[in-house]
């Protein structure tokens, strides 16, 4: 099989992407341009490398980069941004996030070594998660990468890795802060253990090198990280008063993004109702889909927010010299993918609703199975030329009964038939992946870049991963 190859015109007829009129996905540019002007290539590609297929813009996390970047050069902050490389298993999305300048948040040996591969300068790696194994605390360690220690317990194990090392290594850390708002949680360190820390690594500064503190929080307000951060006022404080020099404070990632238009949003959540789902019931939560904060507002309010004596967050972070680091994951992938499905067949159901079966799982869609659901309509790429409106789920091709990939009933302006596809945009951030296996032996879905030639045309090239 070729390598790389100019974008595919199939020869099939006509083919038509149909605007979904309910929650209807925002496209970057690139990515309209495809789906609504050459649905063909889209066929084409599918047949080559079969469905679900991932498709990938990876100029387009280079672009995330850059806007990032004038929102924290507008506020003049010292910054480092670390690419969430969790969110998604492309390494052409860790290579543009490494060609972009920004280094790489690595939560296994495994994303480290992708990074590394992509090019990354090792002191450009950050690990985080509470889980090292030792082999990923020697590897860290010997490629002089920053660690986010979670616990006193994991402090003491990479202390005995260093000792095992026994060459004089230096472990760059910083110290996972667990903010007050989330004292329940497995992640991170309270006062009194951030205290301990800080005691044990100014007695120990042959061995480590203390760099800052760090913390992540679930959900995607910035109100919280702004409060945690005033929380580590003191800790910055009680480390200087022990000698120790912080340099970084950490806020991680959960920097929301848009998927759909905000107006639109809110009025499909006004009206949304059980007969809107196959199971009868709206699911309890779901990502803030049509949020009114897009990443660039986000940072650009937590920045500007209160933080102590009358400074706002980057007034404080640049009075104390300290740098600003960020782990985005969701908000760097944004609109750099879409998962492409061909439908296998509709089958009316005694219920009323037909279903639509689809070539691949929700295993590679999977927000049905955190109990929520993808509030993106599918864009249906179909050789109908007309027909009734109808409403249907979308199915997966295993015998589990959850393999729902759509719970909710798509609107759709004419009924899908076998062979057309179901283009799911936006699917970068975690929706793609996360969850895909080889149940019932299919193979694992392929992934593809989409990459521009000197003419500027499409070019397609295979973005599986190295190992
Ligand atoms: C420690 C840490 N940093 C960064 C991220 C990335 O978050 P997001 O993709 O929401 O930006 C995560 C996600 O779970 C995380 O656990």
């Known amino acids: 099989m070729q390598s790389h190859t100019q974008l595919l015109e199939a020869e099939t007829g006509s083919l038509k992407a149909w605007t979904p009129g309910v929650l209807r996905p925002i496209l970057d540019p690139a990515v309209a341009d495809i789906v609504y002007s050459s649905p063909q290539s889209l066929l084409g590609l599918v047949e080559r490398y079969g469905s679900p297929l991932n498709i990938v813009w990876p100029h387009i996390l280079k672009q995330n980069v850059e806007a990032l970047r004038a929102v924290l050069r507008k506020h003049q902050v010292r910054f480092d941004v670390f690419y969430g490389a969790k969110v998604n298993k492309s390494q052409a999305l860790v290579r543009a996030a490494v060609e972009a300048g920004i280094g790489v948040d690595v939560s296994s040996v495994y994303e480290m070594r992708d990074a590394l591969r992509a090019g990354v300068a090792p002191a450009r790696l950050c690990a985080t998660g509470p889980a090292k194994t030792r082999e990923f605390h020697a590897e860290l360690i010997a490629n002089a990468a920053l660690i986010s220690v979670d616990s006193v317990e994991e402090l003491a194990d990479l202390e005995a890795c260093l000792h095992r090392v026994a060459n004089g290594s230096v472990a760059r850390v910083l110290l996972r802060y667990r903010p007050a708002a989330s004292s329940a949680s497995r992640f991170g360190m309270g006062g009194d253990e951030l205290l301990q820390c800080l005691r044990h690594l100014s007695e120990q500064k042959q061995r480590f090198s203390f760099e800052g503190f760090h913390f992540h929080l679930g959900g995607y307000g910035f109100e919280p990280r702004v409060q945690a951060l005033r929380e580590l006022i003191r800790h910055v404080e009680a480390a200087r008063g022990l000698g120790l020099d912080p340099k970084i404070i950490d806020i991680g990632g959960g920097l929301p993004i848009r998927y759909v238009d905000a107006d639109a949003y809110e009025a499909f959540l006004r009206a949304q109702s059980g007969d809107d789902y196959r199971t009868g019931k709206v699911p309890e939560s779901f990502y803030p889909y049509g949020g009114r904060l897009g990443a660039c507002e986000w940072l650009d309010r937590l920045l500007a927010a209160p933080c102590v004596d009358g400074l706002s967050i980057a007034g404080y972070l640049n009075t104390q010299q300290l740098t600003l680091a960020l782990e985005p994951g969701r908000s760097l992938a944004d609109q750099s993918a879409v998962s492409v499905f061909r439908v296998t067949r509709v089958k009316q159901l005694a219920s009323g609703n037909p279903v639509v079966f689809v070539e691949g799982s ?106």
């Open 362 to 467: 929700s295993f590679s869609a999977c927000e049905t199975w955190f109990a929520s659901e993808y509030l993106v309509d599918p864009i249906l790429v179909s050789r109908a030329s007309g027909g009734q409106p109808v409403r249907a789920y979308i199915a997966g091709h295993s015998c589990l009964d959850d393999d729902v990939i759509t719970n909710r009933l798509i609107a759709f302006n004419t009924m899908p038939q076998a062979g057309d596809l179901l283009v799911y945009a936006n699917t970068a951030g975690y929706q793609m992946d996360l969850l895909e296996n080889e149940f019932h032996r299919h193979p694992m879905p392929h992934r593809v870049t989409v990459t521009y030639d000197a003419a500027g045309a499409p070019v397609v090239s295979p973005d599986d991963r190295m190992e």
